[in-house]
């Protein structure tokens, strides 16, 4: 067996690049299914999955390092369930999965807290300069040159969320909190939210000292932050983005935090990850973090749980725990 490991009639699930939940998967659920890897197999991926994949009915691929594309479904007749570790949908082509009639189970809701959470430390990150001070600190500056710029505060502060789905929603709640003014701008106003609506993104954007882009990356909203966002956010503005690297332009972007025309970024996502332009290395108005937003202990332990609870459903007939089903977004 090229995928290693050889587990009887137990239901295969093909795995494409590398989840972060397949080790604990392993050692947790080897006795109930077989992985069948690719990426142990020296064959090129096409030709792993025409020799050895051709009875798989479930696929398990992460959220991101791996575009689920048709050359490789065409290699799967027997697919019917794709399994994502991700709630972004963006590896996926929807219209395709949907024409093949295959099923899509992904993270749903699992890290909407772990990922606000992280919005929210990102902004005070980078109005209160607390990766700047650290790097002041532990680099030994302090005692040579005694006086650390300014910060910003966060209180009071207006903040656009754009994208006010269940996370933009948790990171409004989590900066009320810290007594901001919220507004949002969304494919759709939200009638039960209190937060004033702007259906008009740069109207937001003028009207905000910091946007946090919490959206999913689709047709519509890639490079929706352009130029014209930036301008109009103005020069102090702040740029906090948890949601996909590509919904910004991230050349515009760059280029604006280094002539000074943006006041900062705090980044967990890139648009070509997980390169990330090395001219922001040493701004300290920018904080960035390796796509980590929905990555904590616990969320891995109720991804692992999921997953399998997904396919165990599947394997045996039963609904899926968290079907993705709006194929059209
Ligand atoms: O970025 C991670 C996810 O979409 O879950």
């Known amino acids: 067996m090229a995928s290693g490991g050889h587990s009887g009639d137990l239901p295969e699930v093909l795995v494409l690049g590398f989840p972060w939940v397949l080790p604990s998967l392993e050692s947790q659920f080897s006795n109930r299914f077989q992985f069948l890897k690719p990426s142990n197999s020296d064959l090129p991926l096409l030709q792993f999955l025409s020799s050895f994949a051709q009875s798989a009915r479930a696929l398990l691929i992460p959220g991101g390092g791996i575009q689920l594309t048709s050359a490789i479904l065409d290699c ?7 399994v994502t570790t991700s709630s972004g949908l963006d590896h996926l082509d929807l219209p ?27 902004l005070i990150d980078v109005l209160r300069k607390v990766s700047a001070g650290d790097r002041f600190v532990k680099q030994g500056i302090w005692p040579s040159k005694r006086k650390f710029s300014l910060g910003l505060k966060l209180s009071g502060k207006q903040i656009g969320i754009v994208g006010l789905g269940k996370i933009g929603t948790e990171v409004a709640k989590r900066l009320e909190g810290f007594g901001c003014k919220i507004s949002y701008n969304s494919r759709t106003k939200k009638p039960t939210l209190p937060y004033p609506f702007y259906s008009d993104l740069h109207e937001l954007a003028a009207n905000c000292e910091a946007l946090i882009i919490c959206c999913g990356l689709t047709a519509e909203t890639r490079h ?10 103005g020069r102090d503005g702040v740029i906090v983005n948890v949601g996909r690297g590509a919904i910004v332009d991230e ?10 025309e943006l006041g900062g970024a705090g980044l967990d996502v890139f648009e070509n990850e997980p390169e990330v332009p090395k001219e922001l290395f040493n701004l300290d108005n920018v904080v960035l973090s390796p796509h980590v937003a929905v990555l904590t202990t616990e969320s891995m332990v109720g ?17 899926l725990v968290t079907p993705f089903e709006d194929y059209s977004s």
């Not at 093949?100 to 807290?113: K, S």
């Not at 050349?251 to 000074?260: F, P």
């Open 76 to 82: 799967l007749p027997a697919l019917k369930l794709v």
């Open 96 to 122: 395709e999965l949907r024409r093949r009639e295959i099923a899509i189970a992904y993270a749903g809701n699992l890290f909407t807290q772990d990922v606000a959470d992280l919005a929210v430390g990102l």
């Open 224 to 233: 929706m932050i352009d130029r014209d966002v930036m301008v109009a956010l």
């Open 251 to 260: 050349t515009e972007l760059v280029r604006r935090l280094i002539q000074g």
């Open 303 to 319: 991804l692992t749980q999921l997953v399998a609870e997904n396919l165990e459903a599947f394997f045996s007939n039963k609904p």
